[in-house]
């Protein structure tokens, strides 16, 4: 099945650890998203990537870091850094190109910070 | 910059009942207009865009929305609800970049 497979869907860190979420896509999407999502808030952009081994800054990036080495991966790291770290995050894709606004999901990871 | 505002944070109907859910959006060329839903801790699927043209768009699971102009507002609507249709409901714009703006969601509570 063509899709978005996000991993793990529930997460558990202590302070100071750093964690990985996984992102990966078979959609051939070149264009892959990281958005937090908390209540109240709506959606918030960490990070984007139109192409592989390229990726920007969104509205809130501090804390957390990502990479591009394939285009179907863009796992973003939550570093001890980011103060407020306890969120729901989304993976998203949609086509470089393709204007039009419409985002592919995955089913969300749930990390909390213990 | 471009804003969208979704004034109701939680909104009740009984199944069976009409709604509709509002958005206003702040920008001044015609704006690329999307509505998405998200089941409880699962992600955002795409209900209906607007571009141009027609201001009345049909979307999926027979949810419909009007764009109009002289009040900013681009609010959705569904003449009779299920309970399935309970879910968080997402109003966004596309900025010049291409990149969405969301609201900041509307809690759809259904009322058997």
């Known amino acids: 099945d063509g899709g978005i497979t996000q991993s793990p869907k529930y997460l558990f860190r202590k302070e100071g650890q750093n964690v990985t979420l996984s992102c990966e896509q078979n959609?051939?999407?070149?264009?892959m998203y990281w958005y937090r999502q908390d209540p109240g808030q709506g959606l918030r952009l960490i990070y984007y990537s139109q192409i592989v081994n390229d990726f920007q800054k969104g509205d809130i990036a501090e804390g957390y870091s990502v990479s591009r080495e394939k285009k179907e991966s863009f796992p973003l790291t939550v570093t001890s850094a980011q103060k407020n770290p306890t969120a729901f995050y989304l993976c998203a894709t949609t086509p470089v190109g393709d204007h039009t606004g419409e985002l592919f999901f995955g089913e969300g990871s749930r990390l909390t910070v213990l | 910059a471009q804003s969208v505002t979704q004034p109701d944070i939680h909104i009740t109907v009984s199944e069976g009942a009409s709604l509709e859910l509002r958005c206003n959006y702040s920008y001044g060329a015609t704006p690329y207009l999307f509505w998405y839903v998200q089941s409880p801790g699962q992600g955002l699927q795409l209900l209906l865009k607007y571009f141009s043209g027609d201001t009345l768009v049909q979307g999926i699971k027979g949810f419909e929305a009007e764009f109009k102009r002289s009040q900013s507002s681009f609010n959705l609507r569904k003449p009779s609800v299920h309970w399935s249709d309970a879910a968080e409901y997402f109003c966004?714009?596309?900025?010049?970049?291409?990149?969405?703006?969301w609201g900041a969601g509307t809690k759809l509570i259904i009322k058997p």
């Open positions: 966004a714009t596309l900025d010049s970049n291409y990149q969405l703006i």
């Open positions: 959609l051939n999407h070149d264009a």
